[in-house]
């Protein structure tokens, strides 16, 4: 299974981004999608996730400024990034878990986007 992230970029502060990231392959079901950035010199982050059924959490850096959601048809996950701060500026990766239609388990990384934030 592979995973095509895109939509960084170039965003002044306050701006808005949104990233998209699509799986691909023999996929029978995706379980887990989640969001990961990794700053310049920093480790890396979870940003959002998000289950098959909608549920979602968020770091809390990010609370009230991103969401996460997905379309299940097209195994398809974003990530709306609103009120973006410098901070905000990272790699953004997406990582997603679930079966193939051969009932095989898989964890797979996408590669990532870069978004950076600046005036």
């Known amino acids: 299974v592979q995973l095509q992230a895109s939509g960084g970029g170039l965003v002044q502060p306050g701006g808005s981004l949104r990233l998209s990231c699509a799986a691909s392959?023999?996929?029978?079901?995706?379980?887990?999608m989640t969001w990961y950035r990794q700053a310049p010199g920093k480790q890396r982050e979870l940003v959002a996730v998000i289950s098959s059924g909608g549920s979602t959490n968020y770091a809390d850096s990010v609370k009230g400024r991103f969401t996460i959601s997905r379309d299940n048809a097209k195994n398809t996950v974003y990530l709306q990034m609103n009120s973006l701060k410098p901070e905000d500026t990272a790699v953004y990766s997406c990582?997603?878990?679930?079966?193939?239609?051969?009932?095989?388990?898989?964890?797979?990384w996408g590669q990532g986007t870069l978004v950076t934030v600046s005036s």
């Open positions: 392959g023999s996929i029978l079901s995706i379980d887990v």
């Open positions: 990582y997603a878990r679930g079966r193939t239609t051969g009932r095989v388990p898989f964890n797979s």
